[in-house]
């Protein structure tokens, strides 16, 4: 072996990179001068590509696999130096190895509400976050538009931009689903694979794909929670006497005899609210028109009197005028009475109108008076 080919073996390079941090995306091979040696081995793993980078040109991409540096294995690189077969110095050229795995469990979520039309309730402002995962699937179109000359690019470098094309593509997707939002929960994979679509067809654009795409919570603003809490709980009081045993229940059990007293004041409370909602409601459930006051009794008829005395009548007479007569001695117990509607003469003690004049009378005088 002559000394040309034993120097010539000794710098000889081995191009490889071992990636651990699972967050960088690009990494450039460095070489003091970036001088790469003819004929060095260049060792491209699964899940990686080598962009060859010649003058701030980019030169070529390879795939994984193991690739010796020599002019008839680059022929982009021999056309842009003219190189011939028998060159052998050392080339200055970058090489730049990009991580084509996917990045995986990447939080996305909107920094604001979204604004959107709900058929049902109008206007509402909608919440949402979930995961993400990126992958590049065009290294040289990756390297071009995004990396640059970075010598080390990582997924924070991209991140903020990614997830505000998913919140702006989120958006408008889900603005435009027509979707409403009782429904949104149970159609969270749907959406997502709307999305996911609309974001890729983006982000295609750096040499990237969104393989996954997931919506977490789709939530609303505490008001309008609280509005269809209340909603759900009038649908779930629908049998009134069940929810009153139920409630009764529940307090007995929270406070001893103190939740009982409650739950029996709740009882009375919610058994007086039934009976009016029944009272109200028709044969079939139909509320009835509120029943009219009834109207106040008529007042009482005035009745007159006559009075039989030697063979006569006398009369008509008030009741005040009767009274007048009681007090004075004029008419007595057995004075016989008769008014319009009385079958014949009656004493007056037998008279219920009249036997109450009797009875207050006041007691005769005391003796000296």
Partial sequence: M??????????????????????????????????????????????????????????????????????????????LQHWD????????????????????????????????????????????FGTYAVKVTDPAKFLIEI?????EFT????????????????????AGSGIPVLDMAANTRELGKLV??????????YGLTIPEFYIENISLPPAVEQALDKRTSMGLVGDLGKFTQYSAAEAMARGGEAGAGMGAGLGMGMGMAMANQMAQQGPWGATQPAAAPAAPPPPPVEHVWHIAEGGQTKGPFSKAD????????????????????????????????????????????????
């Fill in 2 to 79: 002559g000394i040309l080919d034993f120097l010539t073996g000794e710098f000889i390079d081995v191009i490889h990179w071992t990636e651990d941090s699972r967050d960088t995306m690009v990494w450039r091979f460095e070489r003091e001068g970036h001088e790469i040696k003819y004929g060095a081995k260049l060792t491209v793993r699964e899940g990686q590509a080598a962009v060859f980078v010649h003058e701030g040109q980019l030169a070529d991409v390879f795939t994984p696999g193991l690739y010796m540096l020599e002019t008839n294995n680059m022929p982009i690189l021999t056309t």
């Fill in 155 to 174: 997924m924070d470098e991209i991140s903020y931009q990614i997830r505000n094309i998913i919140v702006q593509e989120f958006s408008r997707t889900i």
């Fill in 147 to 151: 990396v640059g000359t970075d010598g």
């Fill in 322 to 369: 009767m009274g007048k007569m009681a007090g004075s001695g004029e008419l007595t117990r057995d004075s016989f009475v008769w008014t319009p509607g009385q079958d014949g003469w009656m004493r007056a003690e037998d008279v219920q109108e009249l036997a109450q004049l009797f009875t207050i009378l006041p007691p005769p005088p005391p003796p000296g008076a």
């Fill in 196 to 205: 996911a679509g609309e974001i890729s067809q983006k982000v295609a654009e």
């Fill in 85 to 128: 077969h028998g060159f052998r110095s050392p080339f200055k050229s970058e090489i730049y190895f990009v991580n084509t795995t996917r990045f995986t469990d990447l939080k996305w979520g909107t920094k604001n509400p979204i604004m959107c039309r709900d058929p049902e309730f109008g206007p509402v402002r909608l919440r949402a």
